[in-house]
Every structure is written in structure tokens, then in C-alpha cells.
């Protein structure tokens, strides 16, 4: 059983904090990372992000994968960035910051208990550690853990939001990595959510909100939209905002912090050789922290740059998280893109928005995502299977697979450039079994495997292409 959280120490912390003797208090925020980010950080996306919190409305963040949605999302709740976005009132504002891999069990009790605990260490954060109301919710949270009240936990959370009293107007639950969470939720727990941020309401004023950060576009997370699922959807229509790449100043500063911690041994970071690289990477937090890693810097004075990263496994690593993140309208969007052609307005708006895709008259991919495509486009891998063996060769590298991933990976061969549905793979693992109705994630884990094999192995260059929630397909010899 976890006790109630106690935080590493604060940063950043606002004139007058600490206790009479100087102590300082504790909150969520430990990692160095956060801590040393300037209050200028993303201030345009937190700009608005505020503002339509004031508002009352809540909110979705989305962002590709890598682009810094925890950082951005754990940052707005931190004390001093609070201070400065909502003034002297800002302690009137809690933030507990709900990660979802940090879930007792992926059920509705777990997110509640969750939830109380972030709002406890969200508490600690205050001047006052939350005085009085911070011992009622800790006796909510005491209820709550207790065996015979699991049924009442959402009864519990509501008990103590209500407890916090007129100190606390209003607390923004940041739902952080709930993708998976929300996919499997019943309509039980999805409507559980909705009235809960219902039942908080005053003079069209809500005292609760959401705040989800997410690789994918809320709606897109279930195949089929249930009533509950629709009524929790209805919370964010109005507010979803995409993350995007950092700025130029953001990803300066992130480069300065990653010299600083992983110092370049045969090369000097120039101011010019840092512009250079986000150029290349187009301010993507992922290609810049898998740049600094990838032992190419003695290359980075090259003028093709983007060559020289690329060429780096955990640089392509990163491509393919990203590549994996998008839909198929964007995959689609983005080839006729590298191929010269321009899919429209509409069909890039959200890549544009997301720093992926600039558009002056025609539109571009910066250079490293661009690479990445331009190899795909131009030919796949080499894929060879030798069943007596039992063994995948991609490129002349060779794994050895267990049946059931080798039986997998024949299917999605034979089948070569083209989507092959959760059910059909299954059905093809299990011929003479029982549909199962968690046949979606059998599939997917042994798939786990096999890319886990062959990212050891044979490095970065991806075969399995994912569509979420529909299955998979292994990239078609020309590439596509």
C-alpha cells in the first residue's frame, strides 16, 4: 500500500517560501530537467493554455511522440511558473500531476487512489502545506485504500475536492500518459469522469478540470464511440491544442542543458553549430536529446548534417517513434510531401501545427524527418525468413524468433505492403482458438517482442509499421 507522497524538494520557489525556518517544502516536481527551465518556456503555449483554464474549460494537449508533453505538462504545474501565469492568487489553483504509469493497478480505483495522492503532494506544494485541508484529504485518502471501500472511491475523491474549502477554487487534474488507460476504460469509469468534473459546477464555473497530454487526438483512441466515452470526449471539444516542436530559444536552451550534462568530447558546441542542429531537427526534443547521444559530433560541422544524424540508430530510433505516432491521413500527407507533390491545407493543418510540416509556399519536413521518409520512399528492407531456422533476416542481420513470432511475421510477409487487421493476426496465431476480446493486445505484445529482438540486434531500421487500434503492416519491398 503507498502512504500518502512526499516530494522531493521544490525549485524555483516563490518569494517568502519555505517555513519560519527557512526549510523549503516539498511538491512533485524533482527532475533536474524541469527544475532548471526558465519561466520563459513554451510561454506562447502557456499562455494559452491558461487562459482557457481560467475559462473553465478542459483541456487536451497533443503532441507527437518525444515532443515533450510530460516536461510541458509537470512545468505548468510547478509553484513559481503558477506564480507567474495567474499572479498572487496562485496558490488558489492545485495541479496534481496524475501520471498514469504510476497506477496501483489500470482500474478505476487505481486512477482514484492516484488521484488523491497527486492532490496531496500538489498540497505540499502550498505555503502552508494546505493547513487544515490537507489532514481532510489525507483522511479521505485513508477511506479510500481501505479494502471494503473500493466501491466508493470516486465518492471519496469528490468528498475531498469538496473538503479543500474556499481556499482551493479550482484544481486541474493533469491526466499525464492516459492513452492506453482511457482506451480500456468502460463507460462506467469514462461517465464516472465526466460527472465528477459535473458535480463541481457553480454559476457555470467548474471547480475541476482535466488537463490530458496525448500522442493522439483524444477521439481516435477507441475504435468504436461508446455513450461514455462521447460524454467524456464532449469535455475537450473546445480545447485541444497541438504541443508542437520547441521554438528556437526552447531548443537553444536544451541544447545548453545537454552540453552542460553530457559535455561533446571531440567537438565545441559554437552558437552557430548549435542553431545548425535545431535546423536539422526542427526542434524536436527527441532528435535533439538522441542527437547528443548519438558519438557523431566530431561530423556535425558537415553541411549535410542531417546525413550525419541519420545515419545514427537511436536519431532513426527517434523518426520512427514519431512515424509511429501519426495516423494514416498524416503518413499519407507526409509521403506526398518528400515526393514532391503538396496533399493540401487541410490535410497538413495538423502537422503544420505540430512543427512537423512548414509551409511558406510549398510545404517542407525539416531535414532529418525528411531523410527518414526519403528512405522509406525509395526502396524497404530486405526481408528474408528462414523457417527451418526460425529466424527473420532484415538487411543481413538475423534474429531467431519463437513460433509464435515467427508465425506472425510470416503472415505479415506473405502479406507484404499491406494492412493486416488485430483479428486476422490473431486468427492466424490461434486458428482453433476462442475469439478473444483481448485479442488486440496478444497481437501487439508478441509484435513487442519481435521489434524488441530486432532493435537489439540489427539497430533501428523499422519493418512493422502500427496502426493503432486497427493492426499492422510490414513495409512493402518499394518501401511503402
Not at 532548471?36 to 513554451?42: E, F, G, H, N, Q
Not at 542542429?277 to 549535410?304: C, Q, Y
Not at 531500421?461 to 511503402?480: E, N, Q, S, T, V
Request: net charge negative; proline share 5%.
Amino acid at each position: 500500500m503507498r502512504l500518502p507522497p512526499d516530494a522531493a524538494t521544490a525549485p524555483g520557489r516563490p518569494q517568502g517560501w519555505g517555513d519560519r525556518k527557512g526549510r523549503p517544502y516539498t511538491c512533485y516536481t524533482t527532475h533536474m530537467s524541469i527544475e532548471r527551465l526558465p519561466l520563459t518556456y513554451r510561454a506562447e503555449l502557456l499562455r494559452d493554455i491558461y487562459r482557457h483554464l481560467a475559462a473553465g474549460k478542459c483541456g487536451a494537449l497533443i503532441g507527437v511522440a518525444s515532443s515533450g508533453k510530460s516536461r510541458l505538462v509537470e512545468f505548468l504545474g510547478r509553484p513559481d511558473v503558477r506564480q507567474h501565469y495567474l499572479g498572487d492568487g496562485w496558490t488558489n489553483t492545485l495541479f496534481p500531476w496524475v501520471d498514469g504509469n504510476d497506477l496501483l493497478e489500470r482500474s478505476e480505483w487505481g486512477l482514484y487512489e492516484k488521484v488523491l495522492s497527486a492532490i496531496l503532494t500538489d498540497l505540499d506544494c502550498l505555503p502552508d502545506r494546505g493547513g487544515e485541508a490537507r489532514a481532510k484529504v489525507e483522511a479521505w485518502y485513508w477511506k479510500l485504500v481501505a479494502p471494503e471501500n473500493r466501491p466508493l472511491a470516486r465518492r471519496f475523491v469528490a468528498l475531498a475536492i469538496a473538503d479543500l474549502g474556499e481556499a482551493v477554487s479550482r484544481v486541474v487534474l493533469l491526466l499525464d500518459d492516459f492513452e492506453s488507460f482511457i482506451a480500456a476504460a468502460d463507460d462506467d469509469t469514462l461517465s464516472g469522469l465526466r460527472s465528477l468534473r459535473d458535480r463541481f459546477k457553480n454559476d457555470n464555473e467548474y471547480r475541476l478540470l482535466y488537463l490530458a497530454a496525448s500522442r493522439r487526438q483524444l477521439v481516435s483512441l477507441k475504435e468504436t464511440a461508446t455513450p461514455g466515452f462521447e460524454s467524456f470526449l464532449e469535455l475537450f471539444k473546445n480545447f485541444t491544442v497541438p504541443i508542437g516542436c520547441y521554438d528556437e530559444d526552447d531548443a537553444l536552451h536544451m541544447i545548453q542543458r545537454l552540453s552542460e550534462a553530457y559535455p561533446l568530447a571531440r567537438r565545441t558546441l559554437t552558437p552557430d553549430l548549435a542553431k545548425r542542429l535545431v535546423m536539422a531537427t526542427g526542434g524536436h526534443a527527441g532528435l535533439i536529446d538522441a542527437a547528443f547521444h548519438s558519438k557523431t559530433e566530431a561530423e556535425w560541422n558537415r553541411p549535410d548534417l542531417g546525413e550525419v544524424l541519420i545515419a545514427s540508430g537511436g536519431v532513426w530510433n527517434e523518426c520512427v517513434s514519431i512515424w509511429e505516432s501519426l495516423d494514416d491521413e498524416d503518413h499519407s500527407a507526409l509521403m506526398a510531401i518528400v515526393r514532391g507533390g503538396d496533399p493540401g491545407a487541410a490535410a497538413t493543418h495538423w502537422l503544420e501545427r505540430s512543427g512537423i510540416v512548414k509551409r511558406d509556399q510549398i510545404p517542407q519536413v525539416f531535414e532529418v524527418f525528411r531523410l527518414f521518409l526519403a528512405d522509406m520512399v525509395k526502396h524497404g528492407p530486405e526481408v528474408k525468413i528462414d523457417p527451418d531456422r526460425r529466424a527473420l533476416s532484415v538487411d543481413g542481420c538475423s534474429v531467431e524468433l519463437v513460433e509464435r513470432e515467427l508465425t506472425l511475421v510470416n503472415h505479415l510477409f506473405a502479406n507484404r505492403g499491406k494492412l493486416c487487421e488485430y483479428a486476422e493476426l490473431y486468427q492466424r496465431l490461434y486458428p482453433n482458438g476462442a475469439a478473444l476480446s483481448n485479442a488486440q493486445s496478444e497481437v501487439q505484445a508478441i509484435v513487442r517482442r519481435v521489434q524488441s529482438k530486432l532493435n537489439r540486434a540489427c539497430g533501428a531500421r523499422p519493418i512493422l509499421i502500427h496502426y493503432p487500434d486497427r493492426g499492422y503492416r510490414m513495409i512493402g519491398a518499394d518501401g511503402k
